[in-house]
């Protein structure tokens, strides 16, 4: 069976840090181009970051210089370090797994950036 397995979500105040973790089991996981997505209550689902099988990566402008993806192929891990956070970052965070003819989505973890 496939499964995707977040973690590392939490309380952080503004301005400070999260490394979010993914890690996939049931795939081939090199073959897979690795994204992040966020959602908060309400709101669609956005495409927050985003890792290439040759390591490319980009981002959404919102989180641009702030968030780095990274990906470790012999753990089968996905990475999102989350710095200088903001309230409006606040959301449940979903690891997804993708290539030609298939997808998959973790269960998410919810970061909330308050004081």
């Known amino acids: 069976q496939v499964q995707l397995v977040e973690s590392g979500g939490g309380l952080v105040q503004p301005g400070g840090s999260l490394r979010l973790s993914c890690v996939a089991s049931g795939i081939t996981f090199s073959m897979y181009t690795m994204n992040w997505y966020r959602q908060a209550p309400g709101k669609q689902r956005e495409l927050v970051a985003t890792?290439?099988?040759?390591?490319?990566?980009n981002y959404a402008d919102s989180v641009k210089g702030r968030f780095t993806i990274s990906r470790e192929n012999a753990k089968n891990t996905v990475y999102l370090q989350m710095n200088s956070l903001k309230p409006e970052d606040t959301a449940v965070y979903y690891c997804?797994?993708?290539?030609?003819?298939?997808?998959?989505w973790g269960q998410g973890t919810q970061v909330t950036v308050s004081s």
């Open positions: 890792i290439t099988r040759g390591y490319s990566t």
């Open positions: 997804q797994a993708g290539k030609l003819g298939a997808d998959y």
